[in-house]
């Protein structure tokens, strides 16, 4: 890992406005003066936005004296960001008063079942257990967040290597890791074989009110759950919930937007986030700041090869097909970029003529750059990208640069090394000024979620067959949830929510049609339609 120098204040580059959401109005990215006046651009307000990002964050003096976070100290404002609702703000300060009060009582777990009648000191706790890569829990914790606010619980982190190496801790004097003494080993415990399964075991009888007094119960949402683990969605199995002091979560997707279902936390859920699709882009934000590791490491990268250009353009290629590199996944992203006009077209050679350059000797080009961040676990499609720009000059004279941090070949889950370039990554493709990404990527999604920016999804390659389109404009920042209850769900009440219930927040995902994703706009009765005919 490189450790090293911490000053921060990356170059400017160009801001592009987006009507999907507030522009930002910093005239840097990093480690810019608040209070500061504004003397580089007309387009850019008097004073600096605020590093809390609009009162997201806490301040940095409510944060303990020698505690190291280079990264919340210059926050990116990144080129677009949602503000944070004064409900959304208020409640984090609620909630991190709250968990400082019980973070450090969560030791008490193992004493307290082993003894009766201990005094009920009003803290409860959502502990979010860790599966699968770095994409997929960074999505799952920002879930089990979202939880823990509208339930009023605390939420604990498993110490895994990337809770402990790869991020800040986000809460002001207070640990979000579960103590030591929860094992690696207790914790695997909780699985589809554990007696408290939630709905399996001592929650299977809605009629008797006592099972709401256990212990603990583990929710278990991973690939493999069934009916009865998704009556956690039912509002009648958050009221037993309710008064369980410990609840174990496992999940694999992007549980979120599963909460508009529940009628509890309508209210609630209208009042934090008036833009639906800001949801992941504000609580991501709040959640995940780089370590001072990956502060340098983030950094020095961009300063190196990102910075000094006008525009950003990221870039992300995921397959899933045991055959990779595929020529296919490289001619559907041309045609993406190319006719959607992501990035200038080259002069082709017709192979009788020299094409003159548009500039003599090692001369700067004057009609503008753009340098594209590629992440891949390949390097097959930034050698081809690259080969292209290297071809001939552009038709509009703009330079195109191309780079790509790291290629691993395969992925490789729970490996620090690993995960620390995957972080780096998504986080400087949170920084773009324009997104590609590939659908079903976790990876992807985190990226243009916390950037703000709805990108261009790349459909999966059916039959070796380039997609028509190749990609599609995302209809909101937010993350997919794959597998949606509705239609699935067996609740006692059979209360089905109906459409006036989840929509307009609710539309069927660009990349899979049977998950749903939150959007701002509403919906029309066309499309509600559909919906409802796919489920």
């Not at 490491?297 to 190196?304: A, E, F, H, P």
């Not at 992440?375 to 703009?398: A, K």
């Not at 070949?409 to 620390?420: A, F, N, R, W, Y």
Request: charged residues 25%.
């Amino acid at each position: 890992m490189e450790v090293g120098e911490t000053e921060c204040g990356l170059p400017s580059i160009k801001k592009k406005k987006s009507s999907a959401v507030t522009p930002m109005t910093a005239a840097v990215l990093f480690g810019v003066d608040a209070n500061a006046e504004e003397t580089s651009t007309t387009e850019t307000p008097k004073k600096i936005q605020d590093r809390t990002l609009g009162g997201l964050l806490p301040e940095l003096s409510e944060f303990e004296p020698g505690v190291s976070c280079e990264s919340r100290s210059h926050q990116p404002h990144r080129k677009n960001y949602f503000q944070p609702s004064k409900e959304l703000i208020q409640r984090l300060r609620r909630y991190e008063a709250r968990h400082r009060k019980c973070a450090g009582r969560a030791r008490s777990f193992f004493r307290a079942r082993e003894s009766q009648g201990e005094k009920d000191d009003g803290c409860r706790y959502v502990v979010w257990t860790a599966i699968y890569g770095l994409g997929n829990r960074m999505i799952t914790l920002t879930s089990a967040f979202l939880y823990a606010l509208l339930t009023d619980r605390v939420l604990l982190v498993e110490r895994t290597k990337e809770t402990t190496n790869l991020f800040c801790e986000p809460i002001p004097n207070a640990s979000w890791l579960l103590p030591p003494e929860f094992t690696y080993e207790w914790l695997q415990s909780l699985n589809e074989s554990s007696p408290q399964r939630f709905a399996h075991n001592n929650f299977t009888d809605y009629s008797d009110t006592s099972t709401g007094t256990a212990d603990f119960s583990y929710i278990h949402l991973i690939w493999n759950n069934d009916d009865e683990d998704k009556t956690f969605f039912c509002d009648e199995s958050q009221d037993q919930l309710e008064n369980v002091p410990w609840l174990f979560m496992r999940a694999d997707e992007y549980l979120l937007p599963s909460y508009f279902f529940l009628s509890r936390f309508k209210a609630d859920l209208d009042a934090l986030f008036p833009d639906k699709e800001a949801v992941f882009n504000l609580l991501g934000n709040y959640l995940f700041q780089p370590s001072d590791v990956m502060w340098t490491r983030i950094t020095r990268y961009y300063r190196s090869y990102l910075a000094n250009h006008d525009r950003l353009v990221g870039i992300q290629v995921r397959t899933y097909q045991p055959k990779s590199p595929l020529p296919n996944v490289l001619e559907q992203l041309q045609q993406c970029i190319l006719k959607n006009d992501l990035l200038p077209k080259v002069i082709a050679d017709d192979g009788r003529s020299v094409v003159k350059p548009q500039t003599s000797g090692l001369q700067e080009p004057n009609n503008g750059s753009t340098v594209v961040l590629m992440t891949s676990l390949e390097s097959y499609y930034y050698d081809s990208l690259t080969e292209y720009y290297l071809s001939g000059p552009t038709e509009s004279g703009e330079s195109v640069t191309i780079h790509q941090p790291s290629h691993d070949g395969t992925q490789q889950t729970g490996i620090l090394v690993h995960d620390i370039k995957a972080w780096a990554e998504i986080y400087l493709l949170s920084l773009s000024d324009s997104l590609i990404t590939s659908g079903w990527s976790t990876f992807g999604y985190a990226a243009h979620a916390l950037a703000g920016i709805r990108p261009w999804i790349l459909f999966g390659v059916v039959d070796d067959q380039v997609p028509d389109p190749p990609c599609v404009r995302a209809k909101s920042v937010d993350p997919c949830y794959f597998h949606i209850p509705v239609g699935n769900i067996k609740c006692p009440s059979k209360d089905v929510p109906d459409d006036k219930h989840i929509f307009p927040y609710l539309q069927s995902c660009e990349d899979n049609n049977n998950g749903v994703k939150l959007v701002n706009e509403s919906s029309t009765l066309e499309e509600r339609t559909k919906f409802w005919h796919q489920h």
